[in-house]
Nanobody, 117 residues
């Protein structure tokens, strides 16, 4: 059974940094692309970043240059380093296998990020 557990969310002031983690189990992690999305309050999910084992990493324009996605296949974990945080980065952050974008039952429970002064 696919299981994903996000952690690392917190309240932070604008300009601050956070590192999110997503621990995966129930599948061969190294075989899958992984995606981060966020859901701002009262809005639908917004794609943030994706890591592809062979071709690299991809970012939404709104986070490019500030966020870095990384994966540790030995630990079955994907990370999202977030720097220079802005209030508009506030939201519930989820990770999942990229193929599960339309299968919310296979997402994690999310970790909350609040950027506010």
């Amino acid at each position: 059974e696919v299981a994903l557990v996000e952690s690392g969310g917190d309240w932070v002031q604008p300009g601050g940094s956070l590192r999110l983690s997503c621990a995966a189990s129930g599948f061969t992690f190294s075989n899958y692309d992984m995606t981060w999305v966020r859901q701002p309050p009262g809005k639908g999910p917004e794609w943030v970043s994706r890591t592809v084992n062979i071709t690299g990493t991809y970012y939404a324009e709104s986070v490019k240059g500030r966020f870095t996605i990384a994966r540790d296949n030995a630990k079955s974990t994907v990370y999202l380093q977030m720097n220079s945080l802005k209030p508009e980065d506030t939201g519930l952050y989820f990770c999942f296998r990229s193929i599960d974008y339309d299968h919310r039952e296979n997402w994690g429970q999310g970790t909350q990020v609040v950027v506010s002064s």
